[in-house]
Protein backbone atom coordinates (compact mmCIF):
# COMPACT_ATOMS: atom_id res chain seq x y z
CA UNK A 1 0.00 0.00 0.00
CA UNK A 2 2.56 2.28 1.05
CA UNK A 3 4.66 3.58 -2.03
CA UNK A 4 7.99 4.53 -0.23
CA UNK A 5 9.32 6.68 1.84
CA UNK A 6 7.75 10.80 1.73
CA UNK A 7 10.77 13.18 1.61
CA UNK A 8 9.89 16.55 3.14
CA UNK A 9 13.97 17.91 3.43
CA UNK A 10 13.73 20.30 -0.23
CA UNK A 11 10.25 22.03 0.90
CA UNK A 12 11.10 22.15 5.03
CA UNK A 13 15.20 23.84 3.37
CA UNK A 14 13.12 26.77 1.38
CA UNK A 15 11.42 27.55 4.45
CA UNK A 16 13.91 27.61 6.79
CA UNK A 17 15.69 30.02 4.30
CA UNK A 18 12.88 32.27 3.74
CA UNK A 19 12.64 32.87 7.35
CA UNK A 20 16.32 32.95 7.51
CA UNK A 21 16.59 35.90 4.97
CA UNK A 22 12.66 37.54 5.92
CA UNK A 23 14.65 37.70 10.05
CA UNK A 24 18.16 39.07 8.46
CA UNK A 25 16.17 41.86 6.71
CA UNK A 26 14.19 42.49 9.04
CA UNK A 27 17.07 42.70 11.73
CA UNK A 28 18.70 44.97 9.28
CA UNK A 29 15.81 47.53 9.58
CA UNK A 30 14.85 47.37 12.92
CA UNK A 31 17.91 46.24 15.04
CA UNK A 32 18.45 49.18 17.94
CA UNK A 33 21.45 51.41 18.21
CA UNK A 34 23.29 49.68 21.44
CA UNK A 35 25.63 51.69 23.89
CA UNK A 36 27.66 50.23 26.52
CA UNK A 37 28.21 53.11 28.82
CA UNK A 38 30.52 53.28 32.28
CA UNK A 39 28.36 50.77 34.25
CA UNK A 40 25.16 51.44 31.99
CA UNK A 41 23.99 49.95 28.56
CA UNK A 42 20.91 51.26 26.57
CA UNK A 43 19.40 50.79 23.30
CA UNK A 44 18.80 53.78 21.33
CA UNK A 45 16.21 53.52 18.40
CA UNK A 46 17.93 52.43 14.83
CA UNK A 47 19.30 54.55 12.86
CA UNK A 48 20.47 56.68 15.95
CA UNK A 49 24.44 57.73 16.51
CA UNK A 50 25.36 57.80 20.54
CA UNK A 51 28.60 59.89 21.23
CA UNK A 52 29.93 60.71 24.39
CA UNK A 53 30.67 64.07 25.19
CA UNK A 54 33.80 65.65 27.36
CA UNK A 55 31.45 67.26 30.11
CA UNK A 56 32.97 68.76 32.75
CA UNK A 57 31.18 67.60 35.95
CA UNK A 58 29.10 65.20 35.18
CA UNK A 59 29.43 61.64 32.10
CA UNK A 60 27.37 62.78 29.81
CA UNK A 61 26.70 60.43 26.32
CA UNK A 62 23.96 62.06 23.30
CA UNK A 63 22.17 60.52 20.29
CA UNK A 64 20.18 61.61 17.90
CA UNK A 65 18.15 60.27 15.40
CA UNK A 66 15.63 59.90 13.18
CA UNK A 67 11.81 58.43 14.89
CA UNK A 68 8.34 57.27 12.89
CA UNK A 69 8.01 59.03 9.82
CA UNK A 70 12.04 60.89 9.92
CA UNK A 71 10.67 62.92 12.57
CA UNK A 72 14.07 64.06 14.26
CA UNK A 73 14.65 62.62 18.15
CA UNK A 74 17.66 63.25 20.77
CA UNK A 75 18.34 62.33 23.46
CA UNK A 76 21.35 61.98 26.39
CA UNK A 77 22.10 59.61 29.47
CA UNK A 78 23.92 60.97 32.58
CA UNK A 79 25.78 59.14 35.19
CA UNK A 80 25.31 61.60 39.00
CA UNK A 81 27.56 60.12 41.13
CA UNK A 82 25.96 60.61 45.11
CA UNK A 83 26.29 59.69 48.48
CA UNK A 84 23.07 59.55 50.36
CA UNK A 85 19.76 60.34 48.64
CA UNK A 86 16.60 60.51 48.80
CA UNK A 87 14.12 59.31 46.33
CA UNK A 88 12.89 59.69 44.19
CA UNK A 89 13.80 63.36 44.58
CA UNK A 90 17.11 62.98 43.73
CA UNK A 91 16.34 62.56 40.44
CA UNK A 92 13.61 65.11 39.82
CA UNK A 93 16.09 67.48 40.81
CA UNK A 94 18.54 66.68 37.66
CA UNK A 95 15.22 66.77 35.18
CA UNK A 96 13.72 70.21 34.04
CA UNK A 97 10.61 70.40 35.83
CA UNK A 98 8.47 67.12 35.30
CA UNK A 99 5.01 67.28 35.22
CA UNK A 100 4.63 63.45 35.75
CA UNK A 101 6.21 60.63 37.51
CA UNK A 102 6.04 57.16 38.38
CA UNK A 103 8.31 54.92 40.38
CA UNK A 104 9.20 51.19 38.85
CA UNK A 105 11.32 48.59 38.90
CA UNK A 106 13.49 48.46 35.82
CA UNK A 107 16.04 45.04 36.01
CA UNK A 108 15.00 44.73 39.61
CA UNK A 109 16.68 48.22 40.56
CA UNK A 110 15.01 51.56 42.22
CA UNK A 111 13.54 53.50 39.25
CA UNK A 112 11.57 56.71 38.32
CA UNK A 113 9.90 57.13 35.07
CA UNK A 114 8.74 60.96 33.95
CA UNK A 115 7.85 62.79 30.93
CA UNK A 116 8.09 67.07 31.01
CA UNK A 117 9.07 69.66 28.89
CA UNK A 118 11.98 70.92 27.13
CA UNK A 119 11.44 74.18 25.30
CA UNK A 120 9.78 73.14 22.44
CA UNK A 121 10.21 68.93 22.88
CA UNK A 122 8.75 67.22 25.00
CA UNK A 123 10.68 64.24 26.98
CA UNK A 124 10.41 61.07 28.25
CA UNK A 125 13.33 59.24 30.69
CA UNK A 126 14.18 57.47 33.18
CA UNK A 127 16.47 57.37 36.29
CA UNK A 128 17.93 53.93 37.61
CA UNK A 129 19.30 53.72 41.21
CA UNK A 130 22.57 51.43 40.25
CA UNK A 131 24.21 52.11 44.19
CA UNK A 132 26.74 54.68 43.49
CA UNK A 133 25.41 56.59 41.26
CA UNK A 134 21.85 57.37 39.17
CA UNK A 135 21.57 56.86 35.73
CA UNK A 136 19.40 59.21 33.87
CA UNK A 137 18.60 58.38 30.63
CA UNK A 138 16.07 60.78 28.32
CA UNK A 139 14.68 60.19 24.94
CA UNK A 140 12.80 63.23 23.42
CA UNK A 141 11.15 65.12 20.56
CA UNK A 142 9.09 67.96 18.94
CA UNK A 143 5.63 68.00 20.90
CA UNK A 144 3.61 67.47 17.84
CA UNK A 145 5.18 64.19 17.39
CA UNK A 146 5.69 62.86 20.91
CA UNK A 147 2.18 60.92 21.24
CA UNK A 148 2.67 59.06 18.18
CA UNK A 149 6.73 58.10 18.90
CA UNK A 150 6.38 57.40 22.77
CA UNK A 151 6.17 53.70 22.46
CA UNK A 152 9.36 53.86 20.88
CA UNK A 153 10.93 56.50 23.05
CA UNK A 154 9.32 54.77 26.21
CA UNK A 155 11.05 51.36 24.88
CA UNK A 156 14.39 53.30 24.91
CA UNK A 157 14.17 54.56 27.96
CA UNK A 158 13.24 51.17 29.64
CA UNK A 159 16.16 49.75 28.01
CA UNK A 160 18.57 51.11 30.38
CA UNK A 161 20.25 48.57 32.28
CA UNK A 162 22.73 49.31 35.13
CA UNK A 163 25.68 47.63 36.66
CA UNK A 164 28.62 48.02 38.95
Known amino acids: MSEGPVNFGKPLFIIVLAGVIGGGYYAYNHWPAHYDGAGYSVDFPHKWTVTPTADTDVPKVQARGPLLDENAGYGWVTVNVHGTIIWPDYVIQRIPAPDWHEVIEIDYKKSVIFTCNDGD ?9 RGDAVVICVVGCPKPFFDQNRAVMEK ?9
Open 156 to 164: AVRSLRCQR
Open 121 to 129: NRIIGVGVE
